[in-house]
C-alpha cells in the first residue's frame, strides 16, 4: 500500500511486517523503547512532527511554538525527552513534537525511521510531518550568453523557499539508496496541496520572500554542491559558475542536504510532510555563509514563523 492517505483516517500504519512481531523496540537514537516509555501516553496525541538540523533550533522552536500555542509560558523549560541519548533531541509543545536530524539524508534517515516508528506504537493518527532547514538560495539576476541575456529568478538570501519538487545529486525525482548490497531507487513525491497551504500562510507584511521551489538535494556540503572551498577540489570556479547557472535554468530554487530522503521515506511510510527552508547565501553570488550571526538567527526563525501560522490554522487558533 503506497498510498499517503493511507494513515489519514486510523492510526498509523508502517510498511514493516516484522514489526507486529516485535514485543519491544528500542528507538536507539533518542533513548527511548517501547517496554521503557508509555509510548501512548506520550505520543498518542501527537499531530505534528518538525524535524531540523541542529539541536538548538529545534530546542528553541519547540519553546517558540508552544508559546504560540499557548501550552508553554514565557519561562518555562520544556525537557529534552531524548534525554538518555546524545544523539538527537527532542521536545514536545502539546501536538508537535521538534527534533534534531544533524546534517544529511544518512543522519536525518535514522531519526526518520525512529520518529515514525514511535508514532506508530504511540497510536497517533494524522501526522505532518516538516522539515524545517536552512539551505542555500539560487535566484539572482544574472547575463549568460548560453542562458539568454538576463534571468532574474530573485531568491535573495533569508528567502523562505517551500519545496514544491526536489531532485537528488544527479538531478533525478528519485531518491537513491543502498538495500542488501544494491541500488534502489525511491521515488521523490511530494504533497503539492500541503506544500500550497504551508506557503499561502505567508502575509504581505512579512519582511522576506516566501517561494514555492525546486529542491536540489545533495549526499555533501562542499564538492557535492559545487563549492571550491573544501579540503579536496577537481573542479574550477568556472564549473561552479555553470553548474550553480545550471541549476537555476532548470528552476532549482535552494540546496540543502535532506529533503530527496524525507520526501521519499515518508511518502514510503504514508505520512504527508513538506520542506521549509531558509536561504542564508545567493550561490550565484557566493559559496561562504558571512552574514553575521545575529542576522543567520533572524533568518532561521523565518521558517519556524511560517510553520507556526500553518499549525496553528490547522488547529483552528486564531492567527
Ligand atoms: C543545510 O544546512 C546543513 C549544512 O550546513 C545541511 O543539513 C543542510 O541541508
Given at each position: 500500500m503506497e498510498n499517503e492517505n493511507r494513515n489519514a483516517q486510523k492510526g498509523m500504519q508502517l510498511p514493516n511486517p516484522h514489526l507486529a512481531q516485535m514485543t519491544d523496540d528500542n528507538l536507539y537514537h533518542f533513548g527511548i523503547s517501547r517496554t521503557s516509555h508509555d509510548l501512548p501516553a506520550l505520543?498518542?496525541?501527537?499531530k505534528f512532527v518538525c524535524i531540523g538540523g541542529s539541536a538548538r533550533r529545534m530546542e528553541n522552536f519547540a519553546h517558540y511554538i508552544g508559546n504560540e500555542l499557548g501550552v508553554?509560558?514565557?519561562n518555562e523549560r520544556l525537557p529534552n525527552?531524548?534525554?538518555?541519548?546524545?544523539?538527537f533531541v527532542l521536545y514536545k509543545a502539546g501536538p508537535v513534537l521538534s527534533a534534531n536530524h544533524g546534517i544529511g539524508v544518512p543522519s536525518m534517515s535514522v531519526a526518520l525511521h525512529e520518529l515514525l516508528k514511535m508514532l506508530y506504537y504511540a497510536g497517533s493518527r494524522d501526522v505532518t510531518f516538516i522539515r524545517i532547514g536552512t539551505c542555500g538560495g539560487i535566484g539572482k539576476s544574472f547575463s549568460h550568453a548560453m542562458y539568454g541575456t538576463c534571468v532574474s529568478t530573485g531568491v535573495p538570501p533569508g528567502s523562505v523557499i517551500v519545496s514544491n519538487a526536489a531532485v537528488n545529486?544527479?538531478?533525478?525525482h528519485a531518491f537513491e539508496t543502498v538495500v542488501l548490497a544494491k541500488g534502489i531507487h525511491r521515488p521523490i513525491i511530494v504533497d503539492q496541496e500541503l506544500a500550497s497551504e504551508i506557503s499561502s500562510c505567508?502575509?504581505?507584511?512579512?519582511p522576506f520572500k516566501i517561494i514555492l521551489g525546486k529542491t536540489y538535494c545533495t549526499d555533501d556540503f562542499y564538492e557535492g554542491q559545487a563549492r571550491t572551498h573544501g579540503a579536496v577540489c577537481d573542479i574550477s570556479e568556472e564549473d561552479e559558475l555553470q553548474f550553480v547557472k545550471h541549476l537555476n535554468s532548470q528552476g532549482v530554487k535552494n540546496i540543502e542536504m535532506e529533503s530527496a530522503g524525507f520526501f521519499a521515506l515518508c511518502h514510503k511510510a504514508g505520512v504527508k510532510c513538506s520542506v521549509v527552508c531558509v536561504t542564508f547565501i545567493d550561490r550565484l553570488s557566493t559559496e561562504d555563509v558571512t552574514a553575521d550571526a545575529d542576522v543567520l538567527s533572524e533568518w532561521t526563525q523565518r521558517p519556524q514563523v511560517l510553520v507556526a501560522r500553518f499549525i496553528k490554522k490547522r488547529l483552528v487558533i486564531s492567527v
Open positions: 505520543f498518542g496525541d501527537v508553554v509560558s514565557e525527552l531524548a534525554g538518555n541519548s546524545d544523539r545529486g544527479k538531478m533525478e505567508s502575509r504581505t507584511e512579512d
